[in-house]
């Protein structure tokens, strides 16, 4: 058994107790009520969800396992030569809440590697599919496509289903599948962006590095693969993709049935695909001035016309956060880093965004955040590096979100979450409670 699994094991068994005993003993205890514009409003704030993995502070941004964004990567080990950790060290921490050694990294670096084959016949599902095909339509399909070999399917139809041990099996596939997502995503960039043309892995890189190998990218941009992997990883239980990956899951459905739910939710422009959707917004509007970096007037003027139209300011606004995301301030951070890219005139452009918008959201007086998210700067990053195909962002999204959705679902299963049902009621009962009826 691996280090990893190992130290998870103990994490779980030490675990277990603290779950069984608050579901004993405390069940009753109230963390607050639900309103009628909770119902209506998207469930905002009801606090019915539980996981370790991050916590997200509305003005703080997220902690990962406790740490903030800088304290995770100064913590875990560095791949030699970069400033960035690996990817693996990272999923470790998610995995266990400890932060790994050098040799526990390592291991996980060998592990992945040994389970990264795409089969076959995933290939050949996404070269079924329409070239067109938008590629979360290809990820999704990919992941799910690999539901036949999962461990915990194949092992419950088997009748070996146990309660307290199927985390393991929850855990191999997830492992499984994560291996294999930087290659697959690959596989569907260079397939849909490159001519059809495709390079094999290198055995001597890490999990990062090697998918920045893989879509023919320069040294330089390993390292914005793992810092984006990393940041996109995990912002607590409730955001779609990672509810979703949950809310399937909880069916006792398998990591792949459930993270190609979550990819699902992932594509939608509210959520993951904004940073594509701020990509188009910028391009769009860079093409109307010829290329030129506009006016302060100019901008203001774009997006209110956005606003006016009915539409949002992709980037900008949260569901819970009520300050700037600190991985856009991160992402941030490496543009005024790096050479070259904090001159760039998209990365002027998306800074003239930032000094702009949130006044003209708080004059619109909608939006409850009028701060830019994560999306607002990932793509300007990918841009510079020459991942121009922003379509594809989504899937650089869903690779790291992986980072995270799979270590919540190991831990469902480790600590017995129940199936998820919650109550529904109808517009009469609303009516009813509100007196008006
Ligand atoms: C990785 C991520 O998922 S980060 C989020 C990525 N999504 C985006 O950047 C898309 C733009 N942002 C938004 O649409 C929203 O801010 C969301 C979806 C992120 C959060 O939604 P909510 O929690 O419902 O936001 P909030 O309570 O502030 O919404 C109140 C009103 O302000 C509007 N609003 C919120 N953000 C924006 C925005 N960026 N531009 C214009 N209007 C906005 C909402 O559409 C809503 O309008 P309505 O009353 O007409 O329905
Ligand atoms: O937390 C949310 O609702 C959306 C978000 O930023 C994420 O999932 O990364």
New binding site residues.
């Given amino acids: 058994m691996s280090t990893l699994k190992k130290v998870l094991a103990e994490k779980i068994a030490a675990h277990r107790p603290r779950t069984t005993r608050l579901a004993k003993e405390f069940a009753d205890v109230s963390l607050g009520e639900s309103t009628i514009g909770q119902a209506i ?2 469930a ?1 704030g009801i606090k019915c969800l539980v996981t370790d993995i991050s916590y997200l502070d509305p003005m703080e941004g997220i902690r990962f396992r406790g740490y903030t964004i800088p304290e995770t990567f100064a913590a875990l080990p560095k791949v030699p030569g970069s400033d960035y950790p690996y990817v693996e060290g990272f999923w470790y921490l998610l995995m266990t809440g400890d932060i790994p050694t050098m040799e526990q990294t390592l291991e996980v670096v060998e592990d992945w590697k040994s389970r990264s084959q795409v089969p076959q016949y995933v290939i050949d599902v996404l070269r079924a599919l329409p070239r067109d095909s938008h590629p979360m339509v290809m990820f999704s399909s990919a992941i799910l496509a690999m539901q036949r070999d999962s461990v915990f399917s194949n092992n419950y139809a088997a009748g070996k289903f146990n309660k307290m041990t199927c985390w393991e099996d929850m855990y191999e596939d997830s492992t499984n599948l994560m291996a294999k997502l930087g290659p697959i995503g690959a596989y569907i960039y260079r397939m849909k962006y490159k001519g059809d043309t495709h390079i094999d892995a290198d055995p001597d890189l890490d999990m990062g590095g090697n998918f920045a190998h893989m879509i023919g990218q320069s040294e330089d941009y390993k390292n914005v693969a793992r810092m984006y992997f990393i940041l996109h990883s995990d ?1 607590e239980s409730g ?2 993709s990672a509810h979703t990956t949950h809310l399937v899951a909880s069916a006792l459905s398998d990591a792949y049935y459930a993270y190609s739910a979550g990819i699902n939710g992932l594509a939608g ?4 695909l ?1 940073n594509e ?1 701020v990509l188009r917004w910028t391009q769009n509007f860079m093409a109307k001035l010829g290329g030129e970096l506009p006016t302060e007037e100019q901008l203001k003027e774009a997006l209110w016309a956005t ?1 006016n139209s009915g ?9 819970v956060l009520r300050k700037t995301d600190p991985r856009y301030t991160s992402q941030r951070e490496f543009c005024l880093n790096t050479e070259g890219l904090k001159d760039y005139p998209l990365f002027k452009l998306v800074s003239m965004i930032f000094d702009v918008t949130p006044d003209i ?1 708080v004059e ?1 007086g ?4 009028p701060w830019p ?4 700067q990932s793509g300007v990053i990918q841009w510079y590096y020459g991942v121009t195909q922003y379509e594809f962002y989504t899937v650089l ?1 869903g690779i790291g979100r992986a980072l995270g959705c799979l270590p919540n679902i190991t831990w469902d299963r480790a600590l017995g979450y129940a199936i998820e049902r919650p109550k529904s009621v109808t517009t009469d009962m609303l009516e009813a409670a509100a007196g008006i009826k």
């Fill in positions: 409003g998207g905002r912002h955001n779609v422009p509210l959520h993951g904004a959707e606003l539409q949002v300011i992709p980037g900008y606004g949260h569901a959201l619109q909608k939006a409850k955040n998210n994560v999306d607002a999204f």
